[in-house]
C-alpha cells in the first residue's frame, strides 16, 4: 500500500462526504476492483469478500464468462426498450421457467420493483380476473424485509424502516413469521388480495421457517383465495443450495420475485407468476398497458442473466453450494459453540448463512473488516456470511480463521 493509493482513498472519502447523501452508513473504504472472491480497496488493501455485494455477485469478481458475455453484449445493442421483443429478454425468460414453477416472467431492475410488480398483479387479478374487489389486504410476515420504495417498505415487517415516512400503502397486516395459526386467523377472513413471504427471512435475521410452513401456506392460500408470493429476492438463483429457497419444501407458489444474483451485479429484477395468476397483469385489448418499466429486460441486463444461469449450470454450482454450504455451517457451529454463551448460535441455509451473538454484529463485523474479512450485519445481532457461489472450503476456513480472532478481540474488550 504507497502513501499515494492511500491519499487517493482519502480524497475520496472527503469528497463522498461533501456530495452523497449520508442515507448510507458505509464502511470507510472505497472499493476498486475484484477478482473471485476477493476484492481490493482503492487503498490497495485486499479483502477476502464474504458479502458477495449483499447477495448479488453469486460468481464472484470479474468472472470471465460473465464478463465476456456483457462486453459482446455492450458492443452489439444495449437498449431498445419494450416496444419491440428483445431476444435475451426471452431467453431469460425460457431460462427461469425451466428452472421453477414458473410460466411467464416480468423483468424490472430491483428487488423492490419486482416486489412492486407482484403487489399490483395481485390487487388487479383479485378485482379483474377473480372479481373480489373487496380482497385488498396485502399479508405480511413481521420480521421480513421486501424494498424500500413506498408499497415494498409499506409491506416490510421492520417498523424502523418506515418511521417517518407515513402514510404507508394499504391495508397491510402483519403476522409472525413461521406461524400457520396466526396465517390462518387472518386468510380465513376473506379479504386478502395476498400473502406475500420469503422462504427464509434473510435480511430479518437468517431464519429458517419450520418444515411445513410453506406448505401449510400454500394450503390456506388455496382454500381461501389469496395469491402466496414467495419473495426470493435474496434467496434466489442458487444461494441456498438449490435454484429456488421454496423448493427444499416442495411447494409451489402463484408468484415469485428475484433480483440481487439473477445479474451477478448488474441491475435486474423480475417478476415470475403461474399461467392463472398472470392473468393478474395482462394487457386487454383497448385498455392501458397495465405494468411497465423503461429498462426492464433490456438486452444488456437479460445477457447478464442468461450467462449467470448457464455459468451457474455448467460449473454446478447448485450443488457446490449445497455441499461447501453445509461445510460453512459445520464451521459456524464450531465458533458457536468456542465462543458461547457471547455466540447464541448458528442459522441459515446453503451460502446464506450466520453467526448468531448476544449482542450487535456490527463491531464484530467492522473489526473483520478491519483484519481482512467481509461479511456483514443481518437482523441486528448476526454476523452473516453470503459469499460467492464459487467459494471454496479454504475461503470458508480462511474466514473462519479471522472471524475466531476478531471474536476474541472483540469479546476481550466489550465481555
Ligand atoms: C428479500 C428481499 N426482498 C427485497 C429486497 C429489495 O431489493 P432491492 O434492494 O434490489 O430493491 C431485498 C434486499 O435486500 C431483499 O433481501
Known amino acids: 500500500m504507497t502513501n499515494m493509493t492511500t491519499h487517493r482513498q482519502q480524497d475520496l472519502l472527503t469528497l463522498a462526504d461533501r456530495v452523497l447523501l449520508k442515507n448510507y452508513r458505509q464502511q470507510p473504504v472505497v472499493m476498486e476492483r475484484g477478482s473471485g472472491v476477493h476484492l481490493w480497496d482503492s487503498g490497495g488493501r485486499r479483502y477476502l469478500d464474504m458479502t458477495a455485494g449483499i447477495s448479488v455477485c453469486c460468481l464472484g469478481h470479474g468472472h470471465p464468462a460473465l464478463t465476456a458475455a456483457l462486453v459482446e453484449q455492450a458492443g452489439r445493442l444495449l437498449h431498445t426498450s419494450n416496444l419491440y421483443f428483445i431476444e435475451q429478454q426471452i431467453q431469460a425468460a425460457r431460462a427461469i421457467t425451466e428452472r421453477c414453477f414458473g410460466e411467464r416472467v416480468f423483468f424490472g431492475n430491483s428487488g423492490a420493483e419486482a416486489n412492486e410488480a407482484a403487489l399490483k398483479l395481485a390487487r388487479r387479478y383479485q378485482h379483474e380476473v377473480a372479481r373480489q374487489p373487496s380482497r385488498n389486504t396485502i399479508v405480511s410476515t413481521l420480521g421480513s424485509f421486501h424494498g424500500r420504495s413506498f408499497a415494498t417498505v409499506s409491506i416490510t415487517g421492520q417498523e424502523k424502516y418506515r418511521t417517518g415516512f407515513g402514510p404507508m400503502f394499504g391495508p397491510v397486516e402483519f403476522v409472525p413469521y413461521d406461524d400457520l395459526d396466526a396465517a390462518a386467523a387472518v386468510l380465513r377472513r376473506g379479504d386478502v388480495c395476498a400473502f406475500i413471504v420469503e422462504p ?142 457471547h455466540a447464541v448460535g448458528t442459522r441459515g441455509r446453503g451460502f446464506l448463512r450466520g453467526l448468531v451473538l448476544d449482542r450487535p454484529a456490527g463491531p464484530t463485523v467492522a473489526a473483520c473488516r478491519k483484519n481482512g474479512l467481509l461479511v456483514s450485519v443481518a437482523g441486528g445481532v448476526v454476523v452473516r456470511f453470503a459469499p460467492a457461489l464459487i467459494a471454496k472450503r479454504e475461503h470458508i476456513d480462511e474466514a473462519i480463521g479471522i472471524l475466531q480472532s476478531v471474536l476474541g478481540q472483540v469479546l476481550a474488550s466489550e465481555p
Not at 429458517?208 to 381461501?224: D, F, I, K
Not at 389469496?226 to 402463484?254: C, M, N, S, Y
Not at 438486452?299 to 448457464?310: D, G, H, R, W, Y
Open 200 to 341: 427464509m427471512q434473510a435480511e430479518g435475521g437468517l431464519l429458517v421457517p419450520s418444515a411445513g410452513y410453506l406448505a401449510g401456506l400454500r394450503e390456506l392460500t388455496r382454500e381461501t383465495g389469496a395469491l402466496l408470493i414467495f419473495d426470493e429476492v435474496q434467496t434466489g438463483i442458487g444461494r441456498t443450495g438449490k435454484w429456488f429457497g421454496h423448493q427444499h419444501d416442495g411447494v409451489e407458489p402463484d408468484v415469485m420475485t428475484l433480483a440481487k444474483a439473477l445479474g451477478g451485479g448488474v441491475p435486474i429484477g423480475a417478476m415470475v407468476a403461474s399461467e392463472e395468476a398472470a392473468r393478474g397483469l395482462s394487457f386487454i385489448e383497448g385498455g392501458a398497458v397495465p405494468h411497465a418499466s423503461t429498462f426492464g429486460g433490456n438486452p444488456f441486463a437479460c445477457a447478464s442473466a442468461n450467462a449467470v444461469i448457464q455459468t451457474i449450470e455448467k460449473e454446478g454450482l447448485i450443488e457446490h453450494t449445497a455441499q461447501v454450504g453445509e461445510y460453512l455451517g459445520t464451521r459456524l457451529a464450531e465458533v458457536a459453540a468456542k465462543y458461547a454463551p
